[in-house]
Every structure is written in C-alpha cells, then in structure tokens.
C-alpha cells in the first residue's frame, strides 16, 4: 500500500515539472515574438556587450545611428587655391570668405577653410594636386588666373572632387552651362562685355577706316564671336590667330604692329607657357608687350589694368569670388555639382592705365575717366585717388 502511495505522488511529481516547464517555454516564445514584431532583437557586437538600435524601417544597424544626421554636425573641408598674393585676389579672397561665414561656414568651428598660395610658382602644382587629393576637401575654390587653371584646376577634373573656378569655367561646361564633370564656376564674361569693351575702345581710339587683329590662348574665344562683336561695334577682323604659347604671342604681335591697314591688336587671354614648358610671368610678359605693341588695346580682366593696358571692361572679381562661393555653399549643403549651372558674371567695371595713355599719346574722354571704377597712374599698381 505504502509503495503504490510513494509511485502516485512521484507520478504527480512528474506531471507538475512537465506544466511548470511548458509554461517558461511558451512564455520566452511570446516574449520573442512580440520583440521581432517591433523589430527589437538583441545583438553581440565584438566586444560581447549587447546593443539594440533600429532604423526607421526597423532594420537592424548599430553602426550607421551615428551618420544618420547626414554629417550635418560635421565640419566641411574647404581649400581656397590662391595664384597670386595682391591687393585684387586678396578682396577675391576676403568676399569669398565673408559669403562662406553668412552661410554658416566659419573657420575653426564649422569648417576647416585652407589657403593654399601658389604666387606663380610652376613647381608647387604637383605638391597643390597631392594635397588636395590627399585632404580630399568638400570643396575646392579656385581664386587663379590662366596659370593654376591649366596646371591644378584641369587636372582636378574627372577626379570627382568639387572644383569651382572664379572665372574661365567655359572650357567644363556642356552645351546648356552645366559641368561635364565636377567642375563649375563663373564664367569668363558675359553675352554682350566683348562687344562693349570694343565700343569703349572705338570712343578712346576710332580706328578711323582700319582693322582689328586678335590672337589669344586657345579655347576660349571662337573667332566667329570675336569676329560677331567687332560687327556689332562698328568694326571688322582682318586677322585671328590661336596663340599657344608665349613665343607665339610675341610673334603675332609684332606681325600685327607691321601690318599698315592693323589699328587694333586685341587679345584675349595671354599664353603663360613657353615652348620650353616653363611659366612666364604676367609681369614681364606685359614688360615686352608695352614695348612692342603700339596699336589700339582693350581688355576683359582687372589685372590687365595694373599691367599697363589702356583700357578694360572688366568682370569685377570680388562680385565673381560671392558668385563662387555662393556656388560652392551650395555643394556644402549637399547639391550634387553636376546640377550646379555655371554662373554669368553680374558686374563689370572701367578700368584704365593713364600712364600707358600717355606714352601712346592717347587723350580719355572725360566721361570715360569719370566713369572708371579704378584709374591706374603707372605701372606699379598705384591708383589716381
């Protein structure tokens, strides 16, 4: 009898084991469920702790919580290539960065801004390239003329890494003004400067029954519009030569002063190469050139003033370094540069060389000297106050 009550309660024994662990079961599997259907599943990350987080579609991805704010907290990367250190690309430099700061771009604490001068040294633009590649900046600006355009900006293209220039973009843009690659800016002029800079020309020195010649650096005037806007201005092309380098330069211009029915020698963008491949500076260049060219001259650049030509229509470069930089705030804010339109310029200036006029015996009108944004007095940058 004893034994049958002993065999009954470990049977009882039995039964009461088996329910209590049916029911932890189904409870863990509850538990579970109701986690993976909140998207709430624990994980062991490499250290052994556990860490949870979920993504707006609940998918499962420590890592990334971190970037999800699309870098919004994080300093941009900007470089600021300077050719030269003078008084222009300085205010170039100063109303860049004025437009940056109004955007929220500060140094030092939401961005990293790096000058870099090249002062038009030919053997910095391979150390320029390494180190921008190696910073690889959100943005690169290139306050440059000719010279670190051939030598850092053209090289930059097909890189991916954003590039706006201040001027001469023309040559990286497709038909509709957009960049075939990454690279935009402001353009070289716009529709109508050439024609009226040939206007100014005509009242400061009426080419009275002669013609004009141009030559220039390839690609960046087609004859047919250089041709088109003397039309307009009252004036007609004899001559158009491509001028590569600076040997080729000084050849057509002292072609062009021997040539009688020749009253204007225009140019459009000086050559800074030689044939050896080494750089000619602005300085000396211009030296020759007001030794030898004593014909008709009008220009499209600020510099060219300071350097003795007699008369420009010039693209205010300060109004040209906001448009970079308004362009450039726009790659900081995450537009993607090839949607990015290049820019025409919205601002042109008078300006003059009244020494260089006076060594042609020329005489300014004097609602042209009135009008003048900036009236150079000799050949060392000094202005008539």
Known sequence: MMKKRVLCLLLCFVFLMAFVVGCGSSSNKEANDEQASTGETASNDSSGSNSTSNDSSGNKDSSNTQNSSNDSNVKKKIIIVKEMDDDIRNKVQESTVSILNKNGFTNGSTADIIEIKMNNDEKKSSEVLEQIKKEKPDVVLMNATQFALNTVAKPLEGTGIPTVLYTAVEGYLDANGLPKQNVTGVKTMSSDLQQNAFSLLNEI????GK???????????????VQASLQAAGAELKEYVDTPTVEQFQKAITKFNKD???GWVLCGVWPVSREDGKAQTYDDLAKWYRDNNKKGEVSYWDISGRLGIVASLAIDLPE???QAAELAVEIL?????KTIKAADPRKTNIILNKKRADDLKLTIPANILGSASTTFIDYQGNISK
């Open 205 to 208: 020195w009426p080419l009275k």
């Open 260 to 262: 009688d029915e020749i």
């Open 320 to 322: 040209c370094g906001n």
């Open 211 to 225: 013609k004009a010649a141009f030559c220039t650096l390839p690609g960046y005037f087609a004859k047919e519009g």
């Open 333 to 337: 804010k995450g537009k993607d540069i």
